[in-house]
């Protein structure tokens, strides 16, 4: 689109387009400005994205336009190798260099006050925080939305499982822009993908997946897949080590069901954390707002946060002036109940008037589906372990199931999925008090494994009287030495939530082998997944769950104002295969 030709409709904007920014090395990069019209010195925005700077995530904020009437010179950039860009573009690797230069750029245009400050979400948030290590002195402030500090665990992998679906797809629509950009033979395959993005989710071995091996096109994307632990190639990419070479004010935003709300989440809490010293930050965490269609009713007039207005005032708090004269507009932190469908507030992440739950596995060894007798219960745990069986060539399907290789994340009813008697499946009773959960949900197992190297994937959802399970959350992590004779304990951490239970409603937990494709699955061997060649070499296994007194398989909870009470201490009465008996202590 030729933005240029519009330009005559931006009512008091003017738009220069095409801006030519040179960086150290000489390659120039493209930008379009929006500048206020009138006197004064002014502020800028700035945003470095790779899709094309005409789209100016608009998917998510107001237009440029908008921003530049809210007196702000807004700068919006494709980077290297993108666009009309020069060079070539490798993910993340040159926007430490090209981020600092393009900071010291836009401070020194005309009518520019000399303070600079960035947005966008996604890659564009990620721009916002390499820059900031490269400590360009013109740059105040960030406000870098649904990304991950720490990419390796926040972004393509999750406790060293591979985001699948997400990892392969967004490779495959980058680097159709790269071969199209040189014109290259992978052009053909490349546009396919575009229409099946989902294919490569199914390839075998995923190591060696045309086109993200062919040889004319950037290797970022098989890179990923090849580093599937956290090696020198993800040190520089580990954001959440390196924040004291940050030290600037943060406006933090993600959603629930964000891919990256935990790694988005996490990087608020590290930089809040002391020390070091540092101007306070300021995270919003909202609800992604829309019409919902899922399981969970559409979330009211409240769920419109007010994002564009929230973070204008924000910004000019802290770019109007070399210091600033009045306190943030903003609380420390926000976030939208599910549920109840109300805003909260919070002097910090989790609450501090929060306190962790717990709520134990119990069952007489007959948990598999949700038609089995599996409970959650304060009281503790009780009988003495469940089976189900993990065979990657049936895999249990994602939250919102297998979309062609694609996942619809998001609050889906798991209950027919839970039917399956390869799920344990734990439900409470129906609660007789109101229940809120406000942080980061934790679930302990302890398990054994037929294979020596699986995986294990526990999901939380919200049980109605009527039987809807609305989704909330997962946690997933990769076992080995799983078949170890006296088993393991683990620890699954699950995306930050904040949910209201009210009385009739029900807590449940499922227990599962797999969650595809939103992660790749074990072939319960040792074998790295992506290089299975093919599905005949995956292997079945046998799952264990303890939950006796000795190994009490638990959900950690952090609660507000609630009226349930721990586990009494005391010796335990177990069911098992029918009967009661008293647990004898493992030695």
Not at 545 to 574: E, Q, W
Request: one cysteine or more; charged letters at 20%.
């Amino acid at each position: 689109m030729n933005v240029a030709v519009l330009s005559s409709a931006f009512e008091g904007v003017t738009l220069e387009s095409g801006a030519v920014a040179p960086m150290r090395d000489g390659t120039k990069l493209i930008a379009d400005i929006y500048h206020p019209i009138g006197e004064g010195s002014w502020p800028v925005l700035l945003m470095r994205q790779p899709y094309g700077r005409d789209i100016a995530s608009t998917v998510v904020y107001a237009h440029p336009t908008w921003w530049a009437r809210q007196g702000f010179i807004v700068v919006i950039q494709d980077v290297r190798g993108r666009g009309d860009s020069e060079g070539s573009f490798y993910a993340f690797r040159h926007e430490v260099e090209d981020g600092a230069d393009t900071v010291a750029w836009a401070a020194a245009l005309p009518g520019s006050n000399g303070r600079v400050g960035m947005y966008g979400f996604s890659y564009q948030a990620s721009t916002q925080l390499l820059a900031a290590l490269g400590q360009p002195p013109a740059l105040k402030a960030l406000a870098p939305h649904m990304t991950a500090f720490d990419l390796y665990s926040g972004w393509f992998y999750r406790d060293n499982i591979l985001q699948l679906s997400t990892t392969v797809s967004w490779a495959s629509q980058m680097l159709r822009k790269d071969a199209r950009r040189t014109d290259s033979a992978s052009v053909k395959t490349l546009d396919e993908n575009w229409g099946n993005p989902g294919r490569l989710s199914s390839v075998m071995p995923l190591v060696d997946a045309a086109p993200l091996t062919n040889p004319d096109v950037p290797t970022y994307g098989i890179d990923w897949i090849h580093h599937s632990t956290k090696d020198e190639y993800w040190q520089d990419l580990d954001l959440l080590a390196r924040v004291s070479e940050m030290g600037l004010p943060m406006f933090h935003l993600s959603g629930w069901y964000d891919f990256y709300l935990r790694g988005s989440v996490d990087g608020f809490r590290t930089m809040s954390a002391p020390p070091p010293p540092s101007p306070p930050r300021h995270p919003v965490a909202a609800h992604p707002v829309g019409e919902n269609t899922w399981a969970e009713p559409n979330l009211g007039p409240a769920a419109a946060a007010g994002i564009d207005t929230a973070m204008a005032a924000w910004f000019h708090h802290w770019l109007d002036g070399d210091t600033p004269s009045r306190s943030s507009p903003l609380p420390p932190v926000r976030y939208f109940t599910l549920g109840s469908n109300q805003w909260g507030e919070s002097s910090a992440w989790p609450p501090p008037n929060s306190s962790d739950q717990s709520w134990y596995f119990r069952s007489s060894t007959r948990a598999n589906s949700r038609y089995g007798d599996g409970a959650l219960s304060t009281e503790g745990a009780a009988g003495p372990e469940d089976l189900f069986t993990y065979d990657p060539e049936v895999p249990v399907m994602a939250p919102g199931g297998n979309r062609a290789g694609q996942v619809a994340f998001g609050p889906h009813d798991l209950a027919p999925q839970q039917e399956d008697n390869n799920l344990l499946v734990d439900t409470s009773a129906p609660l007789t008090d109101s229940l809120k959960i406000v942080g980061d949900p934790t679930c302990v197992l302890h398990v054994r494994s037929s294979a020596t190297a699986t995986h294990f994937v526990v999901r939380l959802s919200r049980v109605s009287p009527g039987g809807v399970a609305t989704f909330l959350c997962l946690g997933a992590t990769a076992v080995t030495d799983a078949d170890s004779e006296f088993g393991q304990e683990i620890s699954l951490q699950w995306d930050p939530i904040v949910v209201q239970f009210v009385p009739g409603e029900a807590l449940r937990i499922d227990v599962a082998r797999s969650a595809y494709p939103l992660l790749i699955r074990s072939p319960n061997t040792a074998t790295d997944p992506a290089h299975i060649n093919a599905p005949g070499e995956f292997g079945r296994a046998l799952q264990v769950v303890y939950h006796d007194f000795a190994r009490p398989s638990r959900l950690i909870l952090p609660v507000l104002n609630s009226s349930y009470l721990p586990a009494p201490s005391g010796r335990k009465r177990l069911f098992h295969q029918g009967k009661i008996r008293p647990l004898r202590q493992r030695r």
